[in-house]
Structures are given as structure tokens and as C-alpha cells.
């Protein structure tokens, strides 16, 4: 009985997934030739699915005892925000320079082509929190990765519970770049 009801809950995930798939829209050569970008917008204005995401990672991080979630500039904002409502916690923000009117932390990275920099408030975290870092697409892993190493840099004595994404694209192998930091992505291509 257990076990059915396991099977049966698998199956709605997986279904689930494949709905969400069948949501987001790709669209070719967009930013620039080459690249297909994962348009989410479909699944933000959809209800059902907007309210099923949240769900979904409210119920994996419900019994962790999550001190604030944080958002990566600009989509992940909107999964941070609503998540850290549903958890009843706050949103810490990861911005483009400039952004962000208190003391800042910097973290620049290289790009393809020059480099970019994220910031954060200096006071963001207390000792002993437990964190969530959200953004919508783990592609490169290059954002991630800075991220992760901002806040490791300043920041002592915080649990990063796990980076999570809306999607992971796989063949860029992003998540060789966050190594030792648990990983978790809804949607794989
Ligand atoms: P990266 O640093 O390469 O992992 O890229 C991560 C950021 O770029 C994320 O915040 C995404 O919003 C965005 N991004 C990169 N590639 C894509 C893509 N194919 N579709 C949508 N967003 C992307």
C-alpha cells in the first residue's frame, strides 16, 4: 500500500514535469544566434503551474528549517519571493552593480565575452542561518558559481542548503562549477 502510494506519487511528479515542459517555450536565437532561450513567461502567467512550482519546492524545503531564501537578479526574484512567502521567511537579493542602496559584498566573473559583477548587502545574513539560493535557469553555472562564492566569502557560519533552479540544462554541465554545494532542478534538458 505504501509502496503504490509512492509509485502513484512518482508518477504524478514525473507528470507534472512533463507538463511544465510542455509550458515553457523555447525561443531560437534569442539572446543572440545560437542560443535557445527558455522563455518562462508562459509558466509565470499560467496559474496552476506558477502555484504547482511553488508548491513543489515548498513542500521539499517545508521540515528544513530555511532562515531566508535568496534570489538571483531578475527572474529569480520572482521564484525567491514567492517560495519565502510560502515559507514564511525572507528574500535576500543578489543584484547587478549598482543596485543596492546599504554597504555592499562584490563578486565579479567572467563571461564569454569580459566579465559581470553581483553584489549583496553586508548585512544579509546571521550567524547560524539556513539558506536556499534560487534562480530560474542553471546554464554555464557561471552566475551560480559567483554567487555561491559571494556569499561563502563574507558570510561565515551559514548553511547553504542547496542551489535550486526552475530548469538545468544539462549539456552545459553548470553544476560541475558549484562543486560541494547540493543542487536541485525541477526540469532537465
Ligand atoms: P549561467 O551563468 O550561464 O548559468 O546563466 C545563468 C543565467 O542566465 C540565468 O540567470 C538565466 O536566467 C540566464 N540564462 C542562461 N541561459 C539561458 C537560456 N538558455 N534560457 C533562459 N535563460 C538563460
Redesign the pocket.
Known amino acids: 500500500m505504501k509502496l503504490q502510494r509512492l509509485v502513484n506519487a512518482n508518477f504524478t511528479k514525473e507528470k507534472t514535469m512533463e507538463s511544465m515542459k510542455q509550458i515553457i517555450r523555447d525561443i531560437p536565437d534569442f539572446p543572440k544566434k545560437g542560443?535557445?532561450?527558455?522563455d518562462i513567461t508562459p509558466l509565470l502567467s499560467n496559474p496552476a503551474a506558477f502555484q504547482k512550482t511553488i508548491n513543489l519546492l515548498k513542500y521539499r524545503y517545508i521540515d528544513k528549517m530555511v532562515s531566508a531564501v535568496v534570489g538571483?537578479e531578475a527572474?529569480?526574484f520572482i521564484f525567491a519571493s514567492a517560495l519565502a512567502y510560502a515559507l514564511g521567511v525572507g528574500v535576500v537579493m543578489v543584484r547587478k552593480p549598482g543596485k543596492l542602496p546599504y554597504k555592499t559584498f562584490k563578486e565579479t566573473y567572467s563571461l564569454e565575452y569580459g566579465t559581470d559583477t553581483i553584489e549583496i548587502h553586508q548585512d544579509a545574513f546571521r550567524s547560524g542561518q539556513n539558506i536556499v539560493v534560487i534562480?530560474?535557469?542553471?546554464?554555464?553555472?557561471?552566475?551560480?558559481a559567483a554567487t555561491l562564492n559571494l556569499i561563502q566569502k563574507h558570510f561565515e557560519n551559514l548553511n547553504i542548503i542547496e542551489a535550486t533552479f526552475l530548469i538545468e540544462?544539462d549539456f552545459l554541465k553548470?553544476r560541475e562549477k558549484l562543486n560541494g554545494i547540493p543542487i536541485y532542478s525541477m526540469i532537465h534538458y
Open positions: 542560443i535557445i532561450f527558455k538571483v527572474r529569480g534562480d530560474d535557469v542553471l546554464a554555464t553555472g557561471g552566475t551560480m540544462l553548470g
